[in-house]
């Protein structure tokens, strides 16, 4: 049995396909299908159910399946270990990061790119829910994230800054005068929100089964830029955490002025989970760097 098989095994389970597998794995599908008979011939058990439309694990490959995961984990582990042993950071780094936690990552990836040319980094933009079943399936070493508001099984979450939900607005909007909205006054005006199932769009929601409002709400959406850009161009209002809007200009942040709406931004793991030397190098710098300086600050 070698390690290449149970990869491969691995991808066809995930896809039930073995053109899809082939194509992830890129190799061809003689290859993996050869690969696959190799692995059934050592275990002298099959694997599979294969037909000419469908793929499906018999009893024995999905008693094999967690072990076979649980087997690669351990070898990525193994490589990192040695890596940092010999204290070179190489290899890769894989970051879930949240649409509103974006804006203040910028600085510190460029740092790191900066100092570390051998490490090559993938970063993952996605809802919260998405990165949080990415991180128990190991596909990225850390979430960068607003905190839920329910804790998520075997995700550990560590602090880095407080926040707020802020209404965001131009800068010649008439809101931009104020201090602080209430819910009553964003009532009055037409919303841009992100989509349900975003971090902000989650808290205001969680807000509002408190305060019961009934909102204007004109548009929705996932893509914060496009978003931003509507609230310059147009007097329309949005609810955001106020950490979205660092570095951008010709917009304003005004807390909203109603109890509960702190949100803490953290570092989320995967609980009992190796944490590489280029992880810990990447949140350090991010640690030290002026986005979250200015926000540590803001709450002293």
Known sequence: MELRQLRYFVKVAETLNFSEAAKALFVTQSTLSQQIKQLEQDLDTPLLIRSSHSVALTEAGMELLPFALKTLNDAELCVSRVND??????????????????????????????????????????????????????????????KPSVAVADVVSHVLFQNYLAVIVGDMHPLASME??????????????????????????????????????????????????MIRQ??????????TLHNERG???????????????????????????????????LSDSMAIRERVNAWL
Not at 234 to 243: I, N
């Open 85 to 146: 042993l010999k204290e070179v950071l190489c290899g890769s780094l894989n970051i879930g990061v949240t649409y509103s936690f974006s804006p203040i990552l910028t600085e510190t990836l460029v740092t790191f790119m900066k100092l570390y040319p051998k490490v090559k980094l993938t970063i993952f933009y996605r809802p919260m829910a998405e990165l949080m079943e990415m991180l128990r399936c190991r596909e990225v070493d850390f979430a960068l994230a607003f």
């Open 180 to 229: 602080r909205v209430s819910l009553a006054e964003l009532a009055k005006w037409d919303l841009a929100l992100p989509l349900k199932g975003l971090q902000a769009r989650n808290a205001l929601e969680k807000i509002l089964g408190h305060y019961p409002t009934e909102l204007k709400i004109r548009v929705e959406l996932n893509e914060v830029n496009i978003l931003l850009k």
């Open 234 to 243: 147009h007097r329309l209002v949005t609810v955001l955490a106020e950490a």
């Open 251 to 285: 917009v304003r942040a005004i807390p909203l002025d109603v109890p509960g709406n702190e949100m803490e931004g953290c570092v989320h793991t995967l609980k009992g989970s190796y944490h590489k030397r280029s992880m810990q190098e990447f949140l350090r710098l």
